[in-house]
C-alpha cells in the first residue's frame, strides 16, 4: 500500500510586518518645494528678527551680533546680517560642501533683504518688550526649521550647530544655545541689563523650538 507524505507547508508570513517592510522611501524635496522652503524660512526669521530690533531686544548667533552692531553703528542691519555671516561660509564648504554653502549664503541673502522690507511696512511698531522677546525668537525658530529641513543655514552659529550634531551627536538647539550666551552676556556693553535678561528669556524659546524639533533621523524626506 501506498502511502502519502505530508504536504509542505510555507511558512506563514507574520501578521505584524516588519520595520523594513514598513519603512516609506526617502523621497527628497523637489527643486520648487526648495525654492518655496527657502523663500518662507527666510520670510519667517526675518520677520521675527524684525521684531526684535523694533522693541531693541538681542537674540543670540550672528544675528543677535548683526543687532548689536546695529544699535551701534550706521548700517543697515541687513547689510551687517550679510557681512558678519560671509567668514562662516567658509567652514559651510569644507565642512558641508558647495550645495550647503550656496544655499546657505542665498538665505543670509534673503534675510538681509526681507529684514528692511518689514521695517518699512511696519515702521512705527512698539511692542511690549517680553512679547516681543517670546514672539520674536519664536518666529525665528520656526523659520530656521524650515530652512535646515531644506539643506540650509543661516550661516555663522548654525553651521558650527549643524556641524556638531551630524559630526558629534551633538543637539544642534542645545550647541546654538551655548553660542548664543556669550552673544547675550556681550549685550551688557551695548543694552540695559534688564533688556539683556528679557533677550536671554526669549533665547531659551528660539533655541527651545529648534532642539525639541530638529533632531537626526526624525524625518524621512530629505
Known amino acids: 500500500m501506498s502511502t502519502m507524505s505530508a504536504p509542505t507547508l510555507s511558512p506563514t508570513p507574520s501578521a505584524t510586518p516588519t520595520p523594513a517592510e514598513t519603512r516609506r522611501p526617502v523621497v527628497p524635496h523637489s527643486r520648487t518645494e526648495d525654492v518655496l522652503g527657502l523663500l518662507t524660512g527666510t520670510f519667517v ?34 547689510v551687517l546680517f550679510f557681512l558678519v555671516n560671509l567668514p562662516f561660509m567658509v567652514l559651510a564648504v569644507a565642512k558641508k560642501g558647495w550645495s550647503f554653502a550656496v544655499r546657505s549664503l542665498i538665505s543670509i541673502a534673503l534675510v538681509s ?6 521695517a518699512q511696512l511696519f515702521a512705527g511698531l512698539h511692542l511690549p518688550a517680553v512679547y516681543a522677546a517670546v514672539c520674536g525668537n519664536v518666529l525665528t525658530g ?27 551627536g ?13 552673544v547675550i552676556v ?35 524626506g530629505t
Do not use: C
Open 142 to 168: 520656526i523659520g530656521l526649521l524650515i530652512v535646515f529641513r531644506h539643506n540650509s543655514s543661516l550661516g555663522g552659529f548654525n553651521v558650527v550647530a549643524l556641524i556638531a550634531q551630524e559630526r558629534l
Open 45 to 78: 526669521v526675518s520677520l521675527g528678527l524684525h521684531l526684535l530690533k523694533a522693541s531693541e531686544i538681542v537674540t543670540g548667533g550672528t544675528a543677535g551680533l548683526s543687532l548689536l552692531l546695529s544699535y551701534g553703528l550706521p548700517v543697515p542691519f541687513g
Open 186 to 220: 556681550a549685550a551688557l556693553t551695548v543694552v540695559s541689563p534688564v533688556a539683556v535678561l528679557i533677550s536671554a528669556f526669549g533665547a531659551v524659546f528660539l533655541n527651545g523650538v529648534v532642539a525639541l524639533n530638529h533632531r537626526p533621523g526624525r524625518y524621512l
Open 170 to 182: 551633538w543637539r544642534a538647539g542645545y550647541v546654538q544655545m551655548g553660542l548664543d550666551v556669550l
Open 113 to 118: 533683504v526681507f529684514t528692511p522690507l518689514h
